[in-house]
């Protein structure tokens, strides 16, 4: 997977109000957020969410559902503190670039799985390498895009080679999706492992492990006695992960105490409603989602694998959508204002962000202008009302995405150029069929990985990209590359802008709105649970 030789190659989910302050989940405890020091409560906590896992083998996987189960129970080689985006040595001992294209990892000495396995760089490159080769399309490989090779000259080095150096990010990406540390003697080298096996092979070393897993359903977690990462301790005797099929249900579990702590998703309307329970607390802050539609370049109207393409035409018609789409009436009557309007690629908050949308479509100050879509449309050719064909998921992305595109269709058909075929399909199915050119243009939502405007663009744009919806633009994939490997911070925010200059041009995707993350507290409940990496955490979590 390569950018013209070089480069990071194809990648593979979004941030509100964004920042890199911690998120704390406080409950009722006066002095808020909580380190780990306390001894902490036998009790196990009861975690409620509606968010769905595919895998939870790290090369299987590229979802928010999938990788707050991993974040528990693998050691990363770097990690980030809880409230802040930096990332330092976790199970490493130190990390440092040794020239431009070396990244030098030494390893804690006596690291093991709790199947009693040695960790050791071994393991660390098997993971890597797996990861590279598996190349799942629904995995994180393209994260990898940079790695050349890795070495493991003792039992606790790794040496990275990079393909560019002085790679920004590539301290970040030890610490993302792509990076779960694995064990090689329980793990396929060439293939997704079955989440059974993971399990029955004991094969953690995070913060906690696993004693009894049904997927989707209900996972049991205990913290891990020898972790020796950089994060705090568990502050509780476990935790029972809850899942829900319908968000009223988990409203309902808020609200009886049958659950300590909820995440993902509830809907506008019952967050507020739960707001006024002095039962709970609700909490917010940066790290939530940005969504978007994603237009396939080879199955939408006009795509270049349909019986009239015609790349100017297909052009035409994301343009079109892009000035009828009303970003603010989407916010403010489906999420009731959690979410906000997004007219770019990289949301507000992060370095080198913009709003290239805003000034070219609609009225030019976020307002929709259906004239201006008509005379696209025309100028182009093409005869209306517009047959197009846009999914959805009902599940992944909480209750309100029917609400939300049930929008976007009245939005789109408003003025008779656009007649919008709305479907939906559930989430597991989705992740298969978007892949598969099933879907013209279909929803998604992103969670970032890393706090940088990078992890906006890369996945996105680069050639191969995660959304595997064809997207080929030679001189953006040369922009990434520059940026991501440029020293100069001011330099490297113009780029930044610049790609998302670019993009806005050829609207590979259509940015819709960026948000917050919540959850939902009990009162007898403490701790840090998400933090300026915008990672669910679980530790160190108490009563």
Same mark, same amino acid.
């Given at each position: 997977?390569?950018?013209?030789?070089?480069?990071?190659?194809?990648?593979?989910?979004?941030?509100?109000?964004?920042?890199?302050?911690?998120?704390?989940?406080?409950?009722?405890?006066?002095?808020?957020?909580?380190?780990?020091?306390?001894?902490?409560?036998?009790?196990?906590?009861?975690?409620?969410?509606?968010?769905?896992?595919?895998?939870?083998?790290? $090369?299987?996987?590229?979802?928010?559902?999938?990788?707050?189960?991993?974040?528990?129970?693998?050691?990363?080689?770097?990690?980030?503190?809880?409230?802040?985006?930096?990332?330092?040595?976790?199970?490493?001992?130190?990390?440092?670039?040794?020239?431009?294209?070396?990244?030098?990892?030494?390893?804690?000495?006596?690291?093991?799985?709790?199947?009693?396995?040695?960790?050791?760089?071994?393991?660390?490159?098997?993971?890597?390498?797996?990861?590279?080769?598996? $190349?799942?399309?629904?995995?994180?490989?393209?994260?990898?895009?940079?790695?050349?090779?890795?070495?493991?000259?003792?039992?606790?080095?790794?040496?990275?080679?990079?393909?560019?150096?002085?790679?920004?990010?590539?301290?970040?990406?030890?610490?993302?999706?792509? /990076?779960?540390?694995? *064990?090689?003697?329980?793990?396929?080298?060439?293939?997704?492992?079955?989440?059974?096996?993971?399990?029955?092979?004991?094969?953690?070393?995070?913060?906690?492990?696993?004693?009894?897993?049904?997927?989707?359903?209900?996972?049991?977690?205990?913290?891990?006695?020898?972790?020796?990462?950089?994060?705090?301790?568990?502050?509780?005797?476990?935790?029972?992960?809850?899942?829900? $099929?319908?968000?009223?249900?988990?409203?309902?579990?808020?609200?009886?105490?049958?659950?300590?702590?909820?995440?993902?998703?509830?809907?506008?309307?019952?967050?507020?409603?739960?707001?006024?329970?002095?039962?709970?607390?609700?909490?917010?802050?940066?790290?939530?989602?940005?969504?978007?539609?994603?237009?396939?370049?080879?199955?939408?109207?006009?795509?270049?694998?349909?019986?009239?393409?015609?790349?100017?035409?297909?052009?035409?018609?994301?343009?079109? /959508?892009?000035?009828?789409?009303?970003?603010?009436?989407?916010?403010?009557?489906?999420?009731?204002?959690?979410?906000?309007?997004?007219?770019?690629?990289?949301?507000?908050?992060?370095?080198?962000?913009?709003?290239?949308?805003?000034?070219?479509?609609?009225?030019?100050?976020?307002?929709?202008?259906?004239?201006?879509?008509?005379?696209?449309?025309?100028?182009?050719?093409?005869?209306?009302?517009?047959?197009?064909?846009?999914?959805?998921?009902?599940?992944?992305?909480?209750?309100?995405?029917?609400?939300?595109?049930?929008?976007?269709?009245?939005?789109?058909?408003?003025?008779?150029?656009?007649?919008?075929?709305?479907?939906?399909?559930?989430?597991?199915?989705?992740?298969?069929?978007?892949?598969?050119?099933?879907?013209?243009?279909?929803?998604?939502?992103?969670?970032?990985?890393?706090?940088?405007?990078?992890?906006?663009?890369?996945?996105?744009?680069?050639?191969?990209?995660?959304?595997?919806?064809?997207?080929?633009?030679?001189?953006?994939?040369?922009?990434?590359?520059?940026?991501?490997?440029?020293? *100069?911070?001011?330099?490297?925010?113009?780029?930044?802008?610049?790609?998302?200059?670019?993009?806005?041009?050829?609207?590979?995707?259509?940015?819709?709105?960026?948000?917050?993350?919540?959850?939902?507290?009990?009162?007898?409940?403490?701790?840090?649970?998400?933090?300026?990496?915008?990672?669910?955490?679980?530790?160190?979590?108490?009563?």
């Amino acid at each position: 997977m390569t950018l013209h030789n070089s480069g990071r190659g194809r990648l593979g989910l979004a941030l509100g109000a964004v920042g890199v302050s911690a998120l704390v989940l406080a409950g009722c405890s006066a002095g808020g957020g909580d380190n780990g020091s306390d001894s902490g409560s036998t009790d196990p906590l009861v975690i409620g969410t509606t968010d769905k896992i595919s895998s939870i083998d790290p $090369a299987g996987s590229y979802d928010n559902g999938s990788f707050a189960v991993m974040t528990q129970v693998y050691p990363f080689l770097l990690n980030s503190q809880y409230g802040t985006s930096e990332v330092t040595p976790d199970i490493a001992e130190s990390a440092e670039f040794t020239s431009p294209t070396e990244y030098t990892v030494k390893l804690k000495s006596g690291l093991k799985f709790a199947n009693g396995h040695d960790l050791t760089s071994s393991d660390v490159k098997f993971s890597f390498d797996r990861q590279v080769k598996i $190349a799942d399309p629904n995995g994180p490989s393209s994260l990898l895009g940079n790695l050349d090779s890795v070495s493991t000259p003792d039992d606790t080095t790794v040496v990275f080679t990079l393909k560019n150096g002085n790679d920004q990010v590539w301290p970040q990406i030890l610490s993302s999706p792509a /990076a779960p540390i694995v *064990d090689e003697e329980v793990f396929s080298a060439d293939a997704v492992t079955p989440d059974d096996t993971i399990v029955e092979g004991k094969a953690f070393a995070g913060q906690y492990t696993i004693d009894s897993y049904k997927l989707n359903e209900l996972i049991s977690y205990t913290p891990y006695a020898d972790y020796q990462g950089s994060l705090p301790k568990p502050a509780n005797g476990g935790i029972s992960a809850k899942y829900y $099929a319908d968000a009223s249900n988990l409203k309902l579990d808020v609200q009886s105490g049958a659950i300590d702590v909820a995440y993902r998703s509830l809907s506008a309307t019952d967050i507020d409603d739960l707001s006024k329970n002095d039962a709970v607390k609700v909490v917010d802050g940066p790290g939530g989602e940005i969504r978007y539609i994603v237009f396939n370049f080879d199955t939408m109207p006009f795509g270049a694998k349909t019986p009239e393409a015609d790349a100017a035409k297909s052009l035409a018609v994301r343009q079109a /959508a892009a000035d009828l789409i009303d970003r603010q009436a989407i916010a403010t009557d489906v999420y009731k204002d959690t979410y906000s309007p997004l007219y770019s690629y990289v949301p507000q908050g992060l370095a080198g962000a913009n709003e290239a949308l805003k000034g070219l479509y609609g009225d030019g100050n976020g307002a929709p202008d259906a004239a201006k879509a008509k005379a696209t449309l025309e100028a182009a050719g093409i005869t209306t009302p517009v047959t197009l064909n846009l999914q959805y998921n009902g599940d992944h992305y909480g209750p309100s995405s029917g609400d939300e595109y049930a929008a976007v269709k009245a939005q789109l058909e408003k003025d008779g150029l656009f007649t919008v075929n709305l479907a939906q399909t559930e989430w597991v199915q989705y992740t298969k069929d978007r892949v598969a050119d099933v879907y013209p243009a279909y929803q998604l939502g992103w969670f970032p990985d890393y706090s940088d405007a990078d992890n906006y663009l890369t996945p996105f744009f680069s050639l191969d990209n995660f959304l595997g919806n064809h997207y080929d633009n030679a001189d953006v994939q040369k922009m990434i590359v520059d940026q991501a490997t440029q020293t *100069d911070k001011a330099t490297r925010e113009d780029e930044i802008g610049k790609i998302q200059d670019a993009v806005a041009a050829d609207l590979s995707t259509l940015p819709l709105l960026q948000g917050k993350q919540v959850a939902i507290v009990g009162s007898s409940v403490k701790g840090a649970v998400l933090d300026g990496s915008f990672k669910f955490r679980y530790a160190p979590l108490n009563k």
